[in-house]
């Protein structure tokens, strides 16, 4: 590795690479708690788009190459080793994780997609959707009716698919996917993304928007939160970023994460205040109306 190459490392993911993560960020600019010395508030900045970084405290900067002088306490050509090595135990850390991704599971768990149609047309898929408040219009825009078979035994269950081709596979008794497991991202060309956890939540969010004239936005689906972390700088990468995630634990952990890094990320959640997602709070709702209904409270 030359100067050159290592100066064309981004510098942001470089960083992350050692362990440190941005307190803030503003547009372009990633400030961190200085990895060069002892602070208590962030006046370490990079800009991302020009991939240099200045020390505010300590009067200094430069691009990697000179950061990783600075950081290793060594000269140019034990940096380049310094990052050289570093990149390459990450590219192999990488690697070993998605290839266990990409694992078949045990074969009595397999799942196999025999095929896959649209529209939905199975009695009890579409009451299960009627259970869940989703409307067939909306499951069949974005959801297949999906044949799989697991051991000897055939299923049919509603499909979302993923960005790598796999697919969460949901019924009223099922609840899995298909390998390869992985996010599903629309990109509408907008400013804007919205993040859920799973499908279903998208799904009554589109439920809730289609009668709205509203600026489209790209949309996000992490069918998994284990996918969320490396997700942040997609979502990063937009001017607003609203988060519609589970109320519990482990959604409110990575809520935290996010809003720590960034003041362009919004969290959603209060509009499901009392349930566990949005899915949820709207089939609660739906109740609701229809017991309203029923006894006269409402036209």
């Known amino acids: 590795m030359n100067c050159e190459q290592a100066n064309q490392m981004d510098m942001v993911d470089y960083l992350s690479s050692l362990g ?152 009223e008794y099922f609840k899995g996917s298909s390998s390869p497991k992985y996010v599903t991202y629309f990109d509408n060309k907008a400013n804007n993304i919205a993040c859920f956890e799973g499908f279903f939540d998208f799904l009554t969010y589109q439920a809730i928007l289609r009668n709205q004239d509203l600026p489209k936005t790209n949309i996000l689906v992490l069918n998994s939160l284990s996918y969320f972390t490396r997700s942040l700088l997609l979502m990063e990468k937009h001017e607003k970023v609203h988060l519609y995630l589970d109320n519990d634990n482990a959604g409110r952990k990575c809520v935290d994460q996010a809003l720590s890094r960034s003041k362009k990320i919004s969290d959603e959640s209060g509009l499901y205040k009392g349930y566990k997602d949005l899915n949820e709070w709207s089939v609660s709702f739906g109740k609701q109306q229809k017991l309203e209904h029923r006894n006269g409270l409402r036209p």
């Open 20 to 171: 440190f993560s941005p307190s803030k960020i503003k547009g372009d600019n990633y400030f961190y708690l200085s990895p060069l010395r002892e602070e208590k508030t962030a006046s370490f900045k990079v800009n991302r788009s020009k991939n240099v970084w200045y020390d505010h405290g300590a009067g200094k900067g430069g691009n990697l190459v000179d950061f990783a002088c600075t950081y290793f306490h060594c000269n140019l050509t034990l940096a380049l080793q310094k990052i050289y090595e570093n990149t390459s135990q990450k590219l192999s850390s990488f690697h070993q994780q998605k290839t266990r991704e990409l694992l078949p599971e045990p074969q009595e768990n397999t799942i196999r997609i025999l095929s896959v149609r649209s529209p939905i047309t199975d009695m009890v898929l579409n009451r299960y959707l009627k259970q869940r408040n989703i409307p067939r219009l909306i499951a069949n825009e974005f959801c297949k009716e999906v044949l799989y078979q697991t051991g000897d035994k055939r299923y049919t269950a509603i499909g979302f698919k993923n960005n790598s081709g796999g697919y969460e596979l949901r019924s």
